[in-house]
């Protein structure tokens, strides 16, 4: 919001408007300019002495005798300078960028939009002296390429627009587990309320994912909004701001203006075959952050660093799915929880990735032998028969909502990673293959029973799909598009859950986590906390 606000306030010194002097040449006569009242907005100077370009709001002088303005957006503030030091600080650089390049410049002003008033701010021995100080570190942090530490229980935090990457609370918990969250409240609310990690963006995205499955549709942009029709007959319309993902399943078109606006205000266009497979995304530039990736190749080449993480991520997968089978098994079968429990410790000391595999798939089998137990369908007698998993192509409806609901996921996980700034295709449990979102399938293992399996559960405990909205053809069962489109509401539904995270104790939805699970890992990859905490639900 401050920074919405901010640019509102801007929005006239942002114009590049009005005539700026010509700098002294090198004899030191400057080129008056017509009039000697200078009233020049949006002036972009540079300084290759110190390395720093400047946006000067408003440029305003007698001839070479020059004052850079620069618009806030808040209230004079309660201190002796009637200025915070970061406003006095970017205002003397600025001040100095314009002496480089010949003009006169010993004051500054600061225009606080809030009070309608302005702070002259002198360029003292002493704030240039500080100003040259914090530019050679801020060289040095750039050049150094690694991220700073988050601050430390800062009160500039909370209206921070970065600190849904940022993560200080969550990074400085996982550094110092002294400080990790306190589960001594009863409910969620005081668990939250007794932690000393703050929830410092919101629980929800604003945005959300748009899916488009009817058959020759055609998406197209108007204005600002997204309009699919089909047959001259408008069917929906959105705005683009309510867009996080468009979804486009078989025989659906897109204009090439809707994709591009989408591409550059970075929302990504997946592609689903009619059939569910997630076949391809559509997105802008890659991240910028390389650094990350980088990092990524590096950890992915070492064989201790892959298997630390695949470690963490099939334990958790499997005493989620331990959890799954307690809370929704009417026997409680205690002989396949136990076993759960053996094999993901047995998870967590495994001596290689080809051990690891094996522990998984009996793991698998030993969960999905009682998965039929969590199904009661609400019309009398079970109507959905399973024996197993099975895919590629699903021979049953139950299998045929796994694959459907885990390609929503995966594309969920691709998404999310590539927002982060990883490559989705290059893993650390599952091997690099041509076309396969390795990352994405490692990522997403912890949260397969907890959000794939349990939306699975759902539709069918709660009538919401049934043996209709399938047909059977070669052996293979495919979801009807009725059917298709309640599970993708049953999922959407799901991943706007609002849950408690198991480490750092605030509640946030489903997509929320996946995301800060992501950065997470990045923060593990870079080195910056010792170990990656995966998601396990109580």
Not at 263 to 274: D, E, L, N
Not at 311 to 338: I, Q, Y
Request: proline content about 8%; overall charge neutral; charged content about 25%.
């Amino acid at each position: 919001m401050d920074t919405v606000e901010g640019r509102f306030q801007h929005r006239r010194v942002d114009r590049e408007l009005g005539a700026a002097p010509t700098p002294p040449t090198g004899d030191g006569e400057a080129e008056e300019p017509e009039s000697t009242i200078i009233h020049a907005r949006s002036v972009l100077v540079s300084s290759p002495e110190l390395r720093l370009i400047a946006r000067i709001d408003l440029l305003e002088g007698d001839g070479t005798d020059v004052t850079p303005v620069d618009y806030k957006r808040g209230q004079v503030p309660e201190t002796p300078e009637q200025s915070w030091e970061p406003d006095r600080v970017q205002l003397c650089a600025q001040g100095l960028i314009l002496r480089e390049n010949g003009f006169r410049c010993d004051r500054g002003v600061l225009y606080y939009a809030a009070s309608r008033r302005r702070v002259e701010v002198p360029f003292t021995p002493e704030l240039e002296t500080r100003t040259r100080l914090l530019i050679t570190e801020a060289l040095e942090v750039a050049r150094q390429g690694q991220i700073p530490p988050p601050l430390t229980d800062s009160p500039k935090c909370p209206r921070c627009s970065l600190v849904g990457i940022c993560l200080p609370d969550e990074i400085t918990a996982l550094q110092e587990p002294e400080a990790g969250t306190r589960h001594g409240g009863d409910s969620d609310r005081e668990v939250e309320a007794q932690s000393p990690v703050r929830r410092l963006f919101p629980a929800r995205h604003d945005a959300l994912p748009m899916y488009v499955q009817e058959q020759g549709a055609y998406v197209r942009r108007s204005g600002d909004r997204l309009v699919v029709t089909r047959e001259n007959e408008t069917k929906a319309d959105v705005r683009v701001i309510d867009v996080s993902q468009l979804c486009l399943l078989g025989n659906v078109q897109i204009s090439s203006q809707a994709l591009r606006d989408l591409a550059s205000r970075g929302v990504p266009i997946c592609h689903f075959s009619y059939g569910g497979w997630f076949t391809a995304i559509t997105t802008g530039h890659w991240h910028k952050n390389i650094e990350l990736r980088l990092a990524q190749f590096r950890a992915a080449s070492e064989p201790t660093c892959s298997l630390k993480l695949a470690r963490s991520l099939v334990a958790a997968k499997v005493l989620n799915g331990r959890t799954l089978l307690r809370r929704n098994h009417p026997e409680k079968p205690g002989d396949a929880l136990e076993l759960l429990a053996r094999m993901a410790d047995q998870a967590k000391e495994a001596d290689g990735l080809d051990i690891l595999l094996g522990i998984e798939g009996v793991a698998a089998r030993t969960y999905f032998a009682h998965f039929a137990g969590m199904l009661r369908p609400p019309r009398g007698p079970v109507t959905f028969d399973f024996e197993g998993r099975n895919r590629r192509p699903p021979r049953d409806p139950v299998n045929a909502l796994l694959s459907y609901t885990y390609s929503l996921l995966v594309k969920d996980m691709t998404v999310t990673l590539l927002a982060v700034g990883f490559d989705p295709y290059l893993g650390f449990y599952h091997q690099p293959r041509y076309g396969r979102p390795a990352l994405a399938l490692d990522l997403m293992e912890e949260f397969r029973p907890i959000v794939a399996d349990s939306v699975v559960i759902t539709v069918i405990n709660n009538g919401e799909i049934g043996p209709d909205d399938f047909w059977t053809r070669a052996g293979s069962s495919v979801l009807r598009e009725p059917g298709r489109k309640r599970l993708i509401q049953a999922y959407e539904r799901r991943m706007e859950t609002l849950v408690r995270h198991p480490v750092f104790g605030y509640t946030i939805s489903y997509r929320r986590v996946l995301e800060v699970q992501a950065r997470l890992l990045a923060r593990f990859i870079l080195g910056e906390i010792p170990e990656y905490p995966p998601f396990m639900t109580r």
